[in-house]
């Protein structure tokens, strides 16, 4: 499933209907289109809440990826950086003249030919050249879903991300933040040493997002 603004107020009930039917599915955000619309970040939340609640009534139903972040991550200080796709690096896209492109989004095809000769400046195997630094203090960073190559046509640097998509994420992992806690607090009164990592990381997000994003309710 692909998330727009147009589709988003039923995204809840999309993905519940397709899980009934058996499917397995992810959604995962539009690029390259106007998020910067009145409402958008509340609607989201709220599909995600309604999600969630759906959920915590059918704890047998396996969640979907939008709420299944493993937030623990956020803990990790020595994780490595971590690219969110296999761009120029596990993935490349060939031309009709055999030239090789980092992937579909770097070709002529999307992009002017002048910009596609500049890719020779940027360096795709090396991870540290992806990292966005307005990001580096988030500790959703590793999690965050993003586009080089649509990055790199709106900004024409490939590690630069959406400052919209940016505050999407930002809502779904509060929704996650709130829905994993409701999770470990009906869990059984007796919790594991992975229980309170959990715990901490959920605390740490929340702190961090809720200090950085003034749009978006606690």
């Known amino acids: 499933m692909t998330i727009s603004p147009e589709t988003i107020a039923s995204l809840s009930q999309g993905i519940i209907a397709l899980q009934k039917r ?17 409402g958008v970040l509340e609607e989201f939340s709220s599909q995600l809440r309604l ?21 623990e991550v956020a803990l990790n200080e020595c994780h490595p950086p971590r690219r969110w796709c296999g ?22 095809l999307v992009l002017s030919s002048e910009e596609s000769r500049r890719l020779t400046e940027f ?5 540290d050249s992806l990292e966005d630094p307005k990001c580096l203090n988030c500790p959703g960073r590793y999690l965050c879903p993003t586009c080089y190559g649509f990055s790199f046509k ?8 959406d400052n919209a998509l940016c505050q999407l994420f930002r809502v779904q992992l509060l ?28 605390l740490d997000i929340h702190k961090y997002v809720c200090s950085q994003n003034s749009r978006v309710e606690e």
């Open 87 to 108: 761009t120029g690096k596990y993935m490349v896209s060939y031309d009709v003249d055999g030239t090789p492109y980092p992937c579909q989004m770097f070709t002529p």
């Open 51 to 71: 999600l969630g609640q759906h959920y915590l009534n059918t704890p047998n139903l396996k969640q979907h990826p939008l709420l299944d972040l493993r937030l």
């Open 22 to 38: 058996g499917f397995l599915l992810s959604a995962n955000f539009a690029f390259g289109i106007d998020w910067d619309i009145p």
């Open 154 to 161: 709106a900004t024409g640097d490939p590690a630069i991300r």
């Open 175 to 202: 929704e996650n933040c709130r829905f994993q806690m409701l999770e470990l607090t009906r869990q059984k009164p007796n919790y594991g040493r992975r229980d309170c990592i959990k715990a901490k990381a959920i």
């Open 123 to 127: 360096e795709f195997d090396n991870e």
